[in-house]
């Protein structure tokens, strides 16, 4: 039956695959893992404390359905009437190895909230459940020669048909984005798995989307949707030739023919961006490097400091690269970019540029802080008639999870809302920059002045996650920043965990709502608004 409904939806134009893995218990998977404990045992050193697992970064392992009726300071104003959600890694199981996602969702209608959070039925969670454990890899495990050996330990259950990888390996667990009625949960590893919200708020995993069969290779946690034309943007990444795909998807949901575009290794790239005309591709030295992995005990991807940046423009709608101009900056690494537009000959990039990033904290190290981690608001430009490029500072550190007003996705705006972080990457208050002023450069730290116009600090103890705007009116019609920021805040002094409202034009420090959830939600990866309008476009489904 599932089968039969897998290919019923493949051929019906959604594309979305019922997963429904067949994996295999038995001897030679006790046999496989008895050599696992053994090789962990004798290789990976398990009195080391796993920050990325302890505290508010501790998974939470039961669902919640919708709680309903929820108390709430302040008011939610109507135009809040939507599912914000937010994803992040939550292993269900004690991992040896192996992540899941959990999606927590605050349901909001005529000023009244609803609570939920679900496991993204992926083929890895189906999987360790039927096993009863964890049986993946994770990517923090895959480090040095014990890297090496956890990446064979994966290919071995693969190849002995233990482990079923013909619906990936993906965790859905980073990102969210919406487009041509489906909600979609994001792994860059991974194609996008399709969820559903109900009526009361609750979420429904329907499956994995191939796009009818033209999605072969992994899909960015970060695509594009244009606000204007409905279409949205995307790419994949990969260790093996071609090195980065790009592709279109139509407002329709038809996915175009793979774009392959060259560049020298396997890099990770984990965002683009995209303006009116062109994508914005980044070629930058986080390479993947296995053998340096083993040698130097690293991460598989190691960040060659003595490498240019290089960007890659290229017109959105060509069919091949041919066209595609590059341009170097110094040296550098992006996670996150803002936004993109387009000024006369050059093309705005503004972005949270990092130096010599240190990725071990990846793999959970506790350290009193975080070196080079020191994310800085920048203004690129790429000059399309002279080749030049040029870059301006924009802020001090730290800050990342750029968020803007997505009406102006690809076209010129003003104000970029984003994240402060402490030393070990907790989100300690929300940052309001706007464009238009000229930084002050002086300054040593986030503070208030210069083109940072607002700060919403969250207070001691308390640490937050991406905010994420909500216009008051949908469209370009009205003031840019007039709407609201929601986010989820946990207090570490009382256990806690809340959804904040913040006013985005005033940041006053008077939060428009707060609302008491029931559970603990623990820190996480990027959030996303549904709107009123998509949850009933949805629902048609």
Known sequence: MPEIMAEKEEHGGAGVVVVDPKPSKGFTSKVVDWLEKLIVKLMFDSSQPQ???????????????????????????????????????????????????????????????????RYVRTSRLKQEEYFGGAKFMKIGDIKGLFGLIMVNMQMLRAKLKILDVSYGAGTGNTALVYHHGKLLALSEADKPYAIKVLEDGDLQTLGLLDYDKRLTHSFTAHPKVDPFTGEMFTFGYSHTPPYITYRVISKDGFMHDPVPITISDPIMMHDFAITENYAIFMDLPLYFRPKEMVKEKKLIFTFDATKKARFGVLPRYAKNELQIKWFELPNCFIFHNANAWEEEDEVVLITCRLENPNLDFVGGEVKEKLENFGNELYEMRFNMKTGSASQRKLSAPAVDFPRVNESYTGRKQRYVYGTILDSIAKVTAIIKFDLHAEPDLGKSKLELGGNVQGIFDLGIGRFG?????????????????????????????????????????????????????????????????????????????
Not at 485 to 506: P, Q, R, Y
């Open 51 to 117: 920050h990325y697992l302890s505290g508010n970064f501790a998974p939470v392992r039961d669902e919640t359905p919708p709680c309903k009726n929820l108390p709430v300071i302040g008011y939610l104003p109507e135009c809040l009437n939507g599912e914000f959600v937010r994803v992040g890694p939550n292993p269900k199981f004690s991992p040896v190895a192996g992540y899941h996602c959990m999606i927590h969702g605050l349901h909001i209608k005529d000023g009244k909230a609803t609570y939920v959070s």
């Open 465 to 541: 996650s991406e905010a994420i705007f909500v216009p008051r009116e949908p469209g370009i019609t009205s003031q840019e920043d007039d709407g609201y920021l929601i986010f989820f805040v946990h207090d570490e002094k009382t256990g806690k965990s809340f959804v904040n409202v913040i006013d985005a034009k005033t940041m006053s420090p008077d939060p428009v709502a707060i609302v008491e959830l029931p559970n603990r939600v623990p820190y996480g990866f990027h959030a996303f608004f549904v709107t009123d309008e998509q949850l009933k476009e949805q629902a048609k489904l």
